[in-house]
T-cell receptor, first 112, second 114 residues
Framework: DAGVIQSPRHEVTEMGQEVTLRCKPI?????LFWYRQTMMRGLELLIY????????DSGMPEDRFSAKMPNASFSTLKIQPSEPRDSAVYFC??????????FGAGTRLSVL | AQSVTQLGSHVSVSEGALVLLRCNYS??????LFWYVQYPNQGLQLLLK??????LVKGINGFEAEFKKSETSFHLTKPSAHMSDAAEYFC????????????FGKGITLSVRP
């Protein structure tokens, strides 16, 4: 298996633009997680899905952030409008029931 | 709510020396505990986990950790450091299982001197 695949690996955008991050989980996994990593706050869970349904979105910082999982093999995290403080590395992870989380390589987002 | 404390942000050891990375947790219920490693420009990779049973758990690359309930600790050790161990290490806790919400510590950067 190719593992969790995230795209793009790097994204540079200007403040106010819409940003969409993408994640393809490992086939057969029914949990999907979105994390954000910054120097100041470390690793934070933003939202997670089970069987494509959002379970806990209490970590989503504000209404500018939204996440969807239209099917078992694809998820997006959207920021609209983006702000410089959104600059971070965003990780996606997936897991099978009662098993560990596998992380993607991350998307490094820079908002200028 | 659960939390994880990793004291210090950086540890430096000589190649061949003992590695000890400390982790303390706070949880109102029996925790699941994890150590992850992150190499530069990569995602996190699981080193080892404690769920139930034996309190000394062995992971990949020669690492092990011991769950001590009385000390609320889950320190990571390796008898002999290798240059390839240089990375960032994260301790994490979950109270409902491996595939639900993980709360991470701030992470510790391990440097290995030749």
């Amino acid at each position: 298996d190719a593992g969790v695949i995230q795209s793009p690996r790097h994204e540079v955008t200007e403040m106010g633009q819409e940003v969409t991050l993408r994640c393809k989980p490992i086939s057969g996994h029914d949990y999907l997680f979105w994390y954000r990593q910054t120097m100041m706050r470390g690793l934070e869970l933003l939202i997670y899905f089970n069987n494509n349904v959002p379970i806990d979105d209490s970590g989503m910082p504000e209404d500018r952030f939204s996440a969807k999982m239209p099917n078992a093999s694809f998820s997006t995290l959207k920021i609209q409008p983006s702000e410089p403080r959104d600059s971070a590395v965003y990780f996606c992870a997936s897991a099978a029931s009662r098993n560990i989380q596998y992380f993607g390589a991350g998307t490094r987002l820079s908002v200028l | 709510a659960q939390s994880v404390t990793q004291l210090g942000s950086h540890v430096s050891v000589s190649e061949g020396a003992l590695v000890l990375l400390r982790c303390n947790y706070s949880s109102s219920v029996p925790p699941y505990l994890f150590w992850y490693v992150q190499y530069p420009n990569q995602g996190l990779q699981l080193l080892l986990k404690y769920t139930t049973g034996a309190t000394l758990v062995k992971g990949i690359n020669g690492f092990e950790a011991e769950f001590k309930k009385s000390e609320t600790s889950f320190h990571l050790t390796k008898p002999s450091a290798h240059m390839s161990d240089a990375a960032e290490y994260f301790c994490a806790v979950s109270v409902t299982g491996a595939n639900s919400k993980l709360t991470f510590g701030k992470g510790i950067t391990l440097s290995v001197r030749p």
